[in-house]
């Protein structure tokens, strides 16, 4: 089954179950390889319906400083791309039917070679690469390495994005479509703009890939908020990441604690 393919299962059974689609994301190899991977599952178990990995970068630019942190202690834990590599296998292996997506930037992808990166992670079993510095501009050599090895290509729509732009993300994006709840970095927020929602209309009416909401999911209203918003679904990064850190020292706890989070992030989705 190719990305494309259970990306779209994904969504057709969340239809038929009149539900919105809730994708945590974590950062591979923080704060190490064993905790990362029992963290992984333990979101998978815990009702996600696709999960987003990051691959651990220094500058990441379009995160927050919550990701930022988690990409550093990943790194100093010695997470390198094979590692990364062999953590998404590992996913893979026990959730065969799980939408998986990689979030990763420019830098770390050009210095393996495009193509050899995208080929990589579809033997991991990656479904999707989004890469979030890389402009609609630049991006066909990634489009084309992504269709050359069966990966869906995820394009980000920022909430400001002019026609044009929109335009090229609907024709471009595949498995779903990225869609920027407001201005800025990652983290946490209290409340989403509604910007996005004229975005995400936009991106409809060019029948583009299912858009998801993310940057500032961090609780369960925001769930409702981005599925009021058109969305068909959220993502949930820095407030995961950031329960993780919070107990770095005790994951016995950590994992039950994000574990409830996604359940009560799963639950809002059902009722909105």
Not at 26 to 45: I, M
Not at 47 to 72: K, L, M, N, R, Y
Not at 90 to 103: E, K, T, Y
Not at 104 to 133: H, I, K, M, Q
Request: aromatic share 6%.
């Amino acid at each position: 089954m190719s990305g494309a393919e259970r990306y779209a299962a994904m969504f057709a059974a969340l239809e038929r179950r009149a539900e919105g689609a809730v994708v945590p994301f974590a950062v591979l190899g923080d704060p190490d390889p064993a905790t990362s991977l029992a963290l992984l599952r333990a979101l998978a178990d815990a009702g996600a319906d696709a999960i987003e990995v990051g691959v651990p970068f220094s500058d990441a630019i379009a995160d927050g400083p919550v990701i930022q942190s988690a990409a550093a202690r990943a790194l100093a834990a010695g997470t390198d791309t094979a590692g990364c590599w062999k953590l998404l296998a590992a996913l893979r292996s026990s959730h065969p039917s799980l939408p998986i997506g990689v979030l990763t930037y420019g830098n770390p992808v050009v210095r393996a070679g495009v193509r050899r990166f995208y080929a990589e992670a579809a033997g991991a079993g990656a479904d999707s690469v989004l890469v979030a510095d890389v402009p609609m501009e630049e991006a066909a050599p990634f489009r084309d390495a992504a269709a050359a090895a069966g990966v869906a290509f995820v394009a980000m729509a920022p909430p400001n994005a002019p026609p044009r732009i929109v335009d090229a993300v609907a024709r471009a994006a595949r498995g779903y479509t990225y869609v920027v709840s407001r201005p800025g970095v990652t983290g946490a927020g209290a409340s989403l703009q509604r910007g996005a929602a004229a975005v995400i209309a936009a991106l409809r009416e060019h029948g583009a890939a299912p858009p998801l909401l993310g940057f500032g999911i961090s609780e369960p209203r925001h769930v409702r908020e981005a599925l009021a918003l058109g969305a068909a679904g959220a993502i949930a990064g820095s407030a995961i990441v950031a329960r993780l850190a919070a107990l770095e020292g005790d994951p016995t706890r950590a994992l039950p604690a994000i574990a409830a989070f996604v359940r009560d992030l799963k639950a809002a989705s059902r009722a909105a």
